[in-house]
């Protein structure tokens, strides 16, 4: 096992050539899969891996609750034994834990919370509210736990269940014209189609378990707009249009009540995203061609994660046998 149970905690570096690379050079469906992909697991990774070394530093401590032989000189001879890092990563994985949980709830809370107030309009997918700051979101379906969302009833009124619904404002209607109306419905339908807030939440977590990982999650935020960008020019036919439409909403919009509930006036990264519409249209691969930038820096980022995965195994299987030899019957 020894120091490469370290690995995964490093590891993530080798995807940051293909985070901004991706952005420019992939198309943004390709690009958010497979960023959201390589997050995940390089993430489950070294959260393995404080795992591990937790369970070293745990064992050292007086009082611990685990069999005393795992303290024993054998066991720590076959371990990565160091005192200070094994008790530091224990403060470390209670805080990946802690922050993980707390996106999470506050994920289900700015839903829950956006779900019933709509309760008193009609179940249709647009649901428009009478309000004087301009903003628009995709709101996902409701969760089948709480039970405090209700659905649709035979009136037709309050949210249904199992489908999203796009949230916008009088006041952002107001700034619009007719067609780029279009493209802000034809946006917003896009990300409730493929689910983006499962991909940005998901990317919200790495970034919560890894700190080297926050590159990925920026650019999943872009890519994932771009992909619903990408979708809504094909659906009103012009790409201008959808571009006259970001920045339009961009110049008003106070964006989204949370990162994982995907706007068309996301923040941040609006020039680029108009830039981009205004040129000709992503070429669809399902992965880059290997002689090439973006195809390098992609097999460079699979190798690494292959490398996390690998190492992370190998140390939990290794760790298991040596403390299940150390443990009395």
Known sequence: MGVFVFLPLVLPLTAWPVA?????????????????????????????????????????????????????????????????VGKAAIPALCAVLVACARTVRRHGRVRRRAHLALAGLRGTEVAVLPDAEPYAYALPP????????????????????????????????????PGERRALFAHERAHLAARHDRFLLAVQLAARANPFLRPL???????????????????????????????????????????????????????????????????VRPWPPAFTAVGLAAWGAAAGTAASAMSSANSAVTMVLILHAATPL
């Open 20 to 84: 901004r690379l991706a952005e420019q050079h992939l198309h943004p469906r390709t690009a958010t899969r497979l960023l959201t992909a390589l997050a995940v697991v390089l993430a489950l990774c070294s959260t393995v891996c404080l795992a591990l070394v937790m369970v070293v530093g745990t064992a050292q401590l007086p009082g611990n609750p685990l069999p005393d032989a795992w303290s024993d000189p054998e066991v720590r001879a076959a371990v990565p034994y160091d005192e200070v």
């Open 142 to 177: 409701a969760g089948r736990r709480g039970g405090a969302v209700p659905s649709a009833g035979a009136d037709g009124r309050g949210p249904r269940r199992g489908r999203g619904r796009v949230v916008v404002t009088t006041a952002l209607l107001d700034r619009l014209r």
């Open 217 to 283: 999650r920026t650019a999943v935020a872009y890519t994932a707009e771009r992909w619903a960008d990408e979708e809504a020019a094909r659906a009103i036919g012009s790409r201008r249009t959808v571009a006259r439409a970001i920045g339009a909403a961009a110049l008003v919009s106070r964006g989204t009540p949370h990162p994982t509930l995907a706007g068309l006036a996301a923040p941040g990264s609006v020039p680029r995203r108009v830039a981009a519409l205004l040129g000709p249209a992503p070429a």
